[in-house]
């Protein structure tokens, strides 16, 4: 069984910074990839970064410059480091992992992140 627990999020202003974190725990395969997933009202989920155990990473458009993704292997842990936040990041965010080669998806239960204008 695997968990993850997300922690971070909140409220921020306009041009400000949050930092999400995740951690895993469970049977974490050596081969896998974790990231953050974001679902504003009435719209799909949708990829904002992810990062394979190698390092290699993989940004949305729209957060490329403001956004930095990063992980701890040794504690399964992935975080991200928000800058320069706009309201139009206002999202429910999600710590996802593709565990093993069969790419078993794990959600973390979710963060609220609000940014006022």
């Known amino acids: 069984q695997v968990q993850l627990v997300e922690s971070g999020g909140g409220l921020a202003q306009a041009g400000g910074s949050l930092r999400l974190s995740c951690a895993a725990s469970?049977?974490?395969?050596?081969?896998?990839?974790m990231g953050w997933y974001r679902q504003a009202p009435g719209t799909q989920r949708e990829l904002v970064a992810d990062s394979t155990r190698g390092g290699s990473t993989n940004y949305a458009e729209s957060v490329k410059g403001r956004f930095t993704i990063s992980r701890d292997n040794d504690k399964n842990a992935v975080y991200l480091q928000m800058n320069s936040l706009k309201p139009g990041d206002t999202a429910v965010y999600y710590c996802?992992?593709?565990?093993?080669?069969?790419?078993?998806?794990?959600w973390g239960q979710g963060t609220q992140v609000t940014v006022s204008s």
């Open positions: 996802n992992l593709q565990n093993g080669l069969l790419r078993a998806n794990y």
């Open positions: 469970g049977s974490i395969s050596s081969i896998n990839t």
